[in-house]
């Protein structure tokens, strides 16, 4: 399979799409970090080391002279798996976000931890040879017309980072009771998880140069239903995958799930960059460095999303999972099984 993963993450490194997150290129106009403004293009002898085809792969995720110094300190290593640039790109994309100049070094190894990982996670989820198939496409379509983890490329931060909303929500229409909760529901909501995971970084090169800011609605949150397992499960494909939220937004959390932060602590949840607030009034004053005012209708906003033109601009760069989803949606729509809950109707 490794001859495989390395000529499919080739054809993604020259077709994947600049769409979504093309805005803000950090603070800062000089030289250094990985927040620095300047293109990896000012380091002295980059061009003519890096190559054309390199060259636009670092163009779309934005990288700076910081990113072009860890990965060549990445390609120097020895013993790593079997990897393409486009792997090690989003590798070095999530590890540097936030990391300070002449940290180079550190952020390297974390780096070449990452792409060991990734050969597991190819190994447990076919991360990236694995192919969509109905049952999980169909899965997807439904849980975002539920407005669960939904990315529109016309919504992204002031960063430039992509936005995921969430109206977290657990009807029949996306969720199955506790007991209908079976091995198989659980394993597939994994493999689903890790496949919609490596669409949104094929679509979205800003998802790991700056992170994936994430907005929810707790509202509807049901305790009685949600697999709290889940959490553990995504926990443990986010460690193998090249995925990091940037920021974690919650409004309307009702006192369970106050206490479910509180007992992470402060430093917990600025690690993870958690925040909770009362209502979308608050969300958007408190984050109006990051987020404009602009917001979905199911999360409290006005503005009005088309789930399946974001479900295509999920799938612009695979021809055939496109394909795939266009027609599990035109069949869920003609039979009457596509879902529609109340905060989904503009």
């Given amino acids: 399979w490794k001859d495989e993963r390395t000529a499919t993450a080739t054809a993604t490194a020259t077709t994947v799409a600049s769409g979504g997150g093309d805005g803000g290129g950090g603070g800062g106009d000089g030289g250094g970090g990985a927040g620095s403004g300047a293109s990896w293009r000012s380091e002295p002898g980059a061009e003519a080391m890096v190559g054309r085809e390199r060259g636009e792969l670092f163009d779309r995720h934005e990288f700076t002279p910081f990113h072009v110094r860890v ?6 290593a020895r013993n790593l798996p079997v990897v393409s640039d486009q792997e090690v790109v989003w590798a070095t994309g999530v590890a540097c976000i936030g990391a300070p100049d002449g940290d180079e070094r550190r952020v390297a190894r974390a780096v070449e931890d990452q792409l060991h990982a990734l050969d597991e996670a190819e190994r447990r989820y076919g991360w990236l040879h694995g192919k969509w198939t109905r049952p999980l496409m169909t899965r997807l379509v439904r849980t975002w017309c539920c407005g669960l983890m939904v990315i529109d490329p016309a919504l992204v931060s002031k960063t430039g980072a992509p936005m995921q909303w969430t109206h977290e929500y657990y009807g029949d229409e996306c969720y199955p009771s506790r007991e209908e909760q ?11 998880f890790s496949m919609m995971v490596r669409s949104i970084v094929r679509s979205y090169p800003m998802a790991t140069a700056k992170g994936i800011v994430s907005f929810s609605d707790m509202v509807d949150f049901d305790w009685s239903r949600y697999d709290m397992e889940t959490k553990r499960r995504n926990t443990d494909v986010n460690k193998l995958i090249p995925l990091k939220f940037a920021r974690m937004i919650s409004v309307r959390p009702d006192d369970k799930m106050r206490a479910f932060f509180d007992e992470m602590g402060p430093r917990a949840l600025r690690k993870w960059g958690f925040v ?29 999303l088309d789930v399946l033109a974001c ?36």
């Fill in 311 to 346: 479900l295509k601009a999920l799938f612009r760069t695979e021809p055939e999972a496109l394909a795939l989803c266009e027609s599990v949606y035109e069949e869920l729509q003609s039979t009457g099984k596509l879902p529609c809950p109340k905060h989904m109707v503009a």
């Fill in 182 to 192: 079976t091995d198989e529901w659980k394993k597939e909501s994994t493999l689903m």
């Fill in 71 to 76: 990965y060549a300190l990445v390609r120097e």
């Fill in 276 to 304: 909770a607030y009362d209502d979308y009034a608050a969300a958007v004053a408190g984050e109006s460095e990051l987020i404009s005012s602009e917001l979905p209708t199911f999360v409290g906003g006005s503005y009005r």
